[in-house]
């Protein structure tokens, strides 16, 4: 959305008289219509709310990212799985998923179903997504690929109307591939996307749009002037190019582990794919006055465990807020505890520096609509 005052207004009123919103993530458009106005105030309230960052919102929150499972079959050389995680790996029970559905589906425009870790190593995601679009969720997962080899895993994630279902690829040669998808098989990766393009056809699907991902690295940023050309030959619907991430409270444990190495090896030579802007001395990014992150007022992040936590970074649950075993969503989102955290968050202090140096803090790390650098659509 434009951050102009007058065009807010203008696309607040067109939706409330058409009941259609068309909203944008990761460069990839996603259109709402029909929407009950209950949604459409709720979204309306959300956004005030993060505007005038009100302690208590005047909402819900308007999308949730949900972990249906923290275990992998990978190995990724900066993802917390494989190894400075530390709380305790499981899946998200079904029974957990349908009462927070059931209690938020008159909200919610859309569920990211992945968090850290394989989701689709959950055998119930698919009746999970199933259950989203009965209430009306708009539905995405990103996924490593390994298991869409296998046609009837392919078959069932098309079959349960995912929306979206992202391909983490990140190399089109087994050699750089595994630089950083350890344990991974490109060639099973590449099998499970012609499987999944096949299938959709032969079923008669629109849907899941199928979004090739390449995070640009320095290991693989040669590949990327052959990069469109090869997806487009797998016959998916999308190629995004995507930024690695070189900040954050910690991540990826590179402060447990002695320093900032593996981004600094991982990161690409070329400033085209770096994440952020730089400063004329080409060495000091560009901070934001004041995070403009809207985490607190318009989403939440669910564990497989049902702890509640403000967003995807705080993956060893640094700042619960909630369960979801004990309390409804509604009693955590407007609890004393968030309020805490938004008060926190507004402080704009450097003793937070969970929040003080995310990749929202500083310009060209939004990771709604900053952080994929390019998108290629395919099929229109």
């Not at 997806?231 to 590179?254: A, Q």
């Not at 955590?332 to 926190?344: G, L, V």
Request: hydrophobic letters at 35%.
């Amino acid at each position: 959305m434009s951050s102009s005052v007058p065009a807010k207004l203008v696309k607040a009123l067109s939706t409330i008289v058409t009941r259609r919103l068309v909203a944008e993530y990761d460069r990839i458009p996603y259109t709402f219509i029909g929407l009950s106005y209950k949604k459409i105030f709720n979204w309306l309230a959300a956004e005030a709310s993060a505007a005038f960052h009100s302690l208590r919102p005047w909402g819900w929150p308007t999308h949730l990212q949900i972990e249906p499972a923290n275990l992998c079959n990978l190995s990724c050389a900066l993802c917390p799985i494989s190894g400075q995680m530390k709380r305790q790996s499981g899946h998200m029970d079904l029974g957990l998923f349908k009462r927070l559905t059931d209690e938020i589906g008159d909200y919610v425009f859309m569920m990211f179903l992945w968090d850290w870790g394989e989701p689709f190593l959950n055998p119930s995601i698919y009746e999970m997504i199933s259950y989203a679009k009965e209430k009306g969720i708009k539905t995405a997962s990103s996924s490593n690929g390994h298991l869409f080899s296998d046609v009837v895993n392919a078959d069932k994630v098309i079959l349960s109307g995912l929306d979206t279902l992202i391909v983490a690829v990140d190399g089109i040669s087994q050699n750089t591939y595994e630089r950083y998808r350890k344990k991974g098989d490109l060639e099973v990766v590449l099998k499970g996307i012609r499987t999944l393009v096949e299938r959709k056809r032969a079923l008669g699907s629109s849907t899941p749009l199928i979004n090739f991902r390449f995070i640009v690295m320095r290991h693989n940023e040669h590949e990327v002037p052959r990069l469109k050309e090869f997806v487009r030959s797998l016959g998916v619907d999308v190629l995004t190019i995507k930024t690695l991430n070189p900040c954050s409270d910690d991540p990826y444990g590179e402060k447990e582990n002695g320093g900032a190495g593996k981004i600094n090896d991982l990161s690409p030579l070329g400033h085209a794919y770096r994440r952020f802007r730089y400063a004329p001395d080409g060495k000091t990014l560009v901070r934001h006055l004041r995070n403009p992150c809207k985490n607190l007022w318009n989403s939440a992040t669910i564990h497989h465990n049902g702890v509640v936590c403000p967003c995807t970074y705080d993956y060893d649950e640094r700042f619960p807020l909630g369960d979801l075993n004990v309390r409804t969503f509604g009693d955590i989102w407007f609890s004393e505890p968030y309020q805490k955290m938004r008060k926190w968050f507004l402080e704009n202090n450097k003793d937070n520096h969970f929040c003080y140096e995310c990749s929202y803090a500083y310009e060209g790390g939004s990771c709604i609509d900053e952080t994929v650098a390019e998108a290629f659509f395919f099929n229109k």
